[in-house]
């Protein structure tokens, strides 16, 4: 049994156009906020946190009516269509508007837009991929996704937009849409959700009846009370260390500018490199010695790299910057590859889309509580407060999943199916 790369990177187009998306947003909007807008640390985090009100509402509703979706394109290849035609149209809408009541307006119909397809796009992976393969087939996904923040990192220095003061966006945010809509083409023409899905039953289902693969819980049945909390304290997990990490993500691009007066580009552009770097071995590492075991050190890496960070101030060394952004991107990598795959270990069949739901309200329940507690905390101690802060919650995930027992995998069968399972496509 191996994975099938040459699928899963075409599958992983619809993750690469979804995080172009939210590297731009993440890193242009609070920028607009306090330089075109002149809002305080606080206000902007209450506008940075809208979009995880939505998702936490939304994501659920729409990953679970994807599972109920029957259409000749698939269940989740109609939402991604729609959903990312508007989400770009919106997106480039931004960098026009002086206004602020209709600036927020586009913003959250754009995040609206998002809402509507982000959890069908990341349950196609598991849609599509064995059970046993769903680490190495997220560390492709999480790669691609990767892939397009980095593309966009690389726009935003092109447009120079960590230029001090800067308040025009207007042609970097229309370049990013048509990346999106260029992605989106590419998946539409290639992947063959249906036909894929179909085959990856049958391989699932002949595995199960040579023993290889089991559902944990078996299909059609509940999850045990211990399944259950293992369930719990994973979306905890993912909870604690997205206030720590998207604490960090939602105001670097200010923090840099503002405190450490160095582009905030770079940094960022390294984190991802390392990231994109150790996905694949993350991978593999996992299904040898297990998701959880994995994730312990992945969070260990993210609270050194938040912690050693607290001591960076404006004239620090740029190498010793350097090697904490790549720690924390290699510990982020870590995480991402292994917990997503272990919160859709425990679904039941035909239900993938509804704990993608689960996974996403965890984690954007998070983001709504962080920019704004965090903005709160800058406001009245100041940016000293800003990596401690992400150390702290990332610290607290380690415990929180410490005490998991369930969503890691069965160790890998060998040589069984692997024309369905991993083979190349004709």
């Known amino acids: 049994m191996k994975l099938n790369y040459k699928r899963t990177i075409l599958v992983g187009f619809a993750f690469f156009l979804i995080s172009a998306f939210w590297q731009a947003y993440d890193t242009i909007v609070p920028l607009i906020l306090t330089n075109k807008f002149e809002m305080e640390q606080v206000w902007s985090g209450v506008i940075m946190s809208l979009d ?5 509402f939304l994501l659920p509703v729409f990953g679970t009516l994807s599972d109920k979706t029957s259409t000749k394109f698939g269940k989740r290849t109609p939402f991604i269509f729609f959903g990312t035609i508007l989400a770009a149209i919106f997106l480039s809408l931004l960098g026009f508007i002086s206004n602020l009541v209709l600036f927020v307006i586009i913003l959250l119909l754009s995040l609206l837009s998002m809402a509507t397809f982000r959890s069908p796009a990341v349950a196609l992976m598991p849609d599509v991929t064995l059970k046993p393969l769903r680490s190495k087939g997220n560390a492709i996904i999480n790669l691609m996704g990767t892939a397009g923040g980095m593309l966009v990192l690389g726009l935003s220095m092109v447009f120079g937009t960590n230029e001090k003061g800067k308040t025009d966006f207007s042609v970097y945010l229309i370049s990013v849409s048509l ?7 590419v998946f539409l023409v290639t992947v ?14 002949l595995l199960e009846k040579d023993g290889k693969v089991t559902d944990e819980p078996k299909a059609q049945g509940k999850l045990t009370k211990s399944e259950m909390t293992s369930l719990i304290l994973i979306l905890a997990s993912v909870a604690l260390w997205y206030i720590g990490y998207n604490a960090v993500t939602s105001k670097y691009s200010v923090y840099a500018t503002e405190v450490l ?5 770079t940094t960022l552009l390294l984190a991802q490199a390392a990231a994109i770097i150790s996905y694949i071995p993350v991978g593999i590492v996992a299904s040898k010695i297990g998701r ?4 312990l050190a992945g969070v260990t890496m993210l609270t050194v790299a938040f912690a050693a960070a607290s001591f960076i101030k404006a004239g ?3 190498p010793v910057m350097y090697v904490l952004f790549a720690l924390a991107g290699i510990g982020w990598a870590t995480i991402n590859v292994n917990s997503f795959p272990m919160v ?3 679904a039941k069949h035909g239900d993938v889309g509804k704990y993608t739901g689960f996974y996403y309200t965890a984690s954007m329940s998070a983001q709504i509580v962080t920019p704004i507690l965090s903005g709160l905390l800058i406001t009245l101690i100041g940016w000293e407060i800003f990596f401690p802060y992400a150390a702290i919650f990332a610290g607290l995930a380690f ?4 005490f998991v027992k369930h969503g890691d995998a069965k160790p890998e069968a060998q040589g069984a199916l692997e024309a369905l399972a991993g083979g190349d496509d004709d």
Do not use: R, S
């Open 179 to 185: 990346l999106m809509l260029g992605a989106l083409v």
């Open 344 to 346: 859709v270990e425990l």
């Open 192 to 205: 063959k959700e249906p036909l894929w899905a179909k085959e990856a039953d049958e391989a699932g289902a």
């Open 399 to 402: 415990v929180t999943m410490f």
């Open 316 to 318: 620090t060394p740029a």
């Open 292 to 295: 959880k075991k994995t994730i």
């Open 52 to 56: 995880n009100v939505f998702a936490v």
């Open 261 to 265: 007066e160095v582009p905030y580009n």
